[in-house]
Structures are given as structure tokens and as C-alpha cells.
């Protein structure tokens, strides 16, 4: 059970938008549509921001969205605020939890 | 409004057993609809998933640690456990507890974590 791929860091300005890849196999991703993402600020216990790839939980902003095509699955922040800036998971369920190795959004 | 609340030691010798509770309060712990479940997160790396359970007692763990887990549940005291046995400096971690949704399988809810530091 290997952890699924995520890139160490993206950056982007305010108002820009940005996409994080997570990049899985058939056995997870690509087998489920159970893809999550979660926002942690420093010090912060993580919070949901999408789940069953692609839905928002009440109280999420619209600016959050998920998609998956294959065996990767991807988060995209459009508008980007400075509040933005944060550590972002994704995670992949089939059968067992598997998170990604998470990726630093630092807002210029 | 539900909280979930982990407590235990701290610190851990290596090779010993680290011990941890999750107390849920706000609501109730035997609901069909969640599973209960630890995740861990080593000083500046990302998250690992060590095991969830179910009210009724039914356990699923990470392949990768579960010679070493034992995760049970106390509806009446409305608390789920974490035994991680022979730790090691590895095992130095935020220790989490979630709750997950059955069907939709993410964590809605997150307890505040606990630090535990493996060291003599």
C-alpha cells in the first residue's frame, strides 16, 4: 500500500488559479471514486474540502473543486486568497485509507 | 456540537507500547453512519492512516502497521483506543483522531492531535 503522489509544493498569485495533482494506481484511484482532499493550516488538525472526488461539504468555499480522470485525481483552487496558503492531502479509499504525501500552496 | 478529544502520555520509551484515548463527546459514538479511526503525522511529513473501528467492534488497519496495532472501542464510555506496540523513533508523531463516513468513507472530523515523542 503505497502512498499516492502529490507534488512537494505548487505557488500562485492571488487571484490566479492552481491544480495539485494526485497521481494513484488501478488499485485506488483508478478503482474508486472515494477520492478526498483536505486543507491543514500550520499547527491545525486537517480539514475536508472535497470528497467522493469532486463534492464540497456545507460550508466549503465554490472556489475549491476536485476531478479524476484515470488513475490521478485533482484539486483545483481558483481565485487564490492569501487564507488559501496551507498544506493540501489528497486521500484514496478502496478497501483501506491511503493519503497522499501532501503538497505546500504558498500564496505570493 | 461533537468533539473528539485524544489524551495519553506524551512520551514513550522505545520498545514500548504507546497508549492512546479518543473521547467523543457532543454526540453519540455507536452511530450507524461513522467509523472511528487514528491517523498519524510524523514531525514536518505528511498523513498516515493507522486503522479505524466500527461500534460494533469491527476493525480495519493499515497492512503496513497492523502486527503492531490494536484499535478497540467502550461505547460506554463513549471512547476509542489506540495500542501501538514496540515503538520505535519512527512512531514519533501528532497522533489524530477522525471520524469517517460510512459509504462516502472521508474524515468529517478531525480531534485537535496529540504529540507523542518516542525517546529515552
Known amino acids: 500500500q503505497s502512498a499516492l503522489t502529490q507534488p512537494a509544493s505548487v505557488s500562485g498569485s492571488p487571484g490566479q488559479s492552481i491544480t495539485i495533482s494526485c497521481t494513484g494506481t488501478?488499485?485506488?484511484?483508478?478503482?474508486?471514486?472515494?477520492v478526498s482532499w483536505y486543507q491543514q493550516h500550520p499547527g491545525k488538525a486537517p480539514k475536508i474540502i472535497i470528497y467522493e472526488g469532486h463534492k464540497r461539504p456545507s460550508g466549503v468555499s465554490s472556489r475549491f473543486s476536485g476531478s479524476k480522470s484515470g488513475n490521478t485525481a485533482s484539486l483545483t483552487i481558483s481565485g487564490l486568497q492569501a487564507e488559501d496558503e496551507a498544506d493540501f492531502y489528497c486521500c484514496s479509499y478502496a478497501d483501506n485509507w491511503v493519503f497522499g504525501g501532501g503538497t505546500k500552496l504558498t500564496v505570493l | 456540537q461533537l468533539q473528539l478529544q485524544e489524551s495519553g502520555p506524551g512520551l514513550v520509551k522505545p520498545s514500548e507500547t504507546l497508549s492512546l484515548t479518543c473521547t467523543v463527546s457532543?454526540?453519540?459514538?455507536?452511530?450507524?453512519?461513522?467509523?472511528w479511526g487514528w491517523i498519524r503525522q510524523p514531525p514536518g511529513k505528511g498523513l498516515e492512516w493507522i486503522g479505524s473501528?466500527?461500534?460494533?467492534?469491527?476493525?480495519y488497519y493499515n497492512p503496513s502497521l497492523k502486527s503492531r496495532v490494536t484499535i478497540s472501542v467502550d461505547t460506554s464510555k463513549s471512547q476509542v483506543s489506540l495500542k501501538l506496540s514496540s515503538v520505535t523513533a519512527a512512531d514519533t508523531a501528532v497522533y489524530y483522531c477522525?471520524?469517517?463516513?460510512?459509504?462516502?468513507?472521508?474524515?468529517?472530523?478531525w480531534g485537535r492531535g496529540t504529540l507523542v515523542t518516542v525517546s529515552s
Open positions: 473501528i466500527y461500534y460494533s467492534g469491527n476493525t
Open positions: 477522525a471520524r469517517s463516513v460510512t459509504l462516502y468513507w472521508y474524515f468529517d472530523l
Open positions: 457532543g454526540g453519540s459514538i455507536s452511530s450507524s453512519n461513522y467509523y
Open positions: 488501478s488499485s485506488d484511484i483508478g478503482n474508486s471514486n472515494l
